[in-house]
């Protein structure tokens, strides 16, 4: 990846972690039912891990069964995800490697 993709690459994944974390919160906040959602950060980020997961297994079951030449879509949001996981923030970003990992499946 040349410099000014990584650039770019910064930029969104900045904008995506401020984006996911601007929903979450209003989300949090407009919540009428407080039932609905766990009460503390941590658990309610793994119950968030959990569908997130399970959402990209279902986008790779379809895409295997139905157009395979599509499977690095899901399968993209997946690795990053799980990447993510690990490093305490949300959805944080494709890094290099998982960039590289895709190009390989390409």
Do not use: Q
Request: no cysteine; aromatic share 14%.
């Amino acid at each position: 990846m040349n410099t000014s993709g990584a650039v770019v690459l910064a930029h969104s994944n900045a904008y995506a972690s401020r984006s996911v974390a601007a929903f979450l919160a209003a989300y949090r906040h407009s919540l009428s039912d407080t039932r609905l959602w766990p009460p503390s950060f941590e658990d309610a980020d793994r119950l968030l891990d959990f569908f997130l997961l399970k959402k990209a297994f279902y986008e790779i079951e379809y895409e295997l069964a139905h157009r395979p030449d599509w499977l690095r879509v899901p399968f993209g949001g997946y690795l990053a995800h799980t990447l993510a996981f690990g490093a305490r923030s949300r959805m944080s970003s494709l890094t290099a490697e998982a960039y590289a990992i895709i190009d390989i499946l390409a």
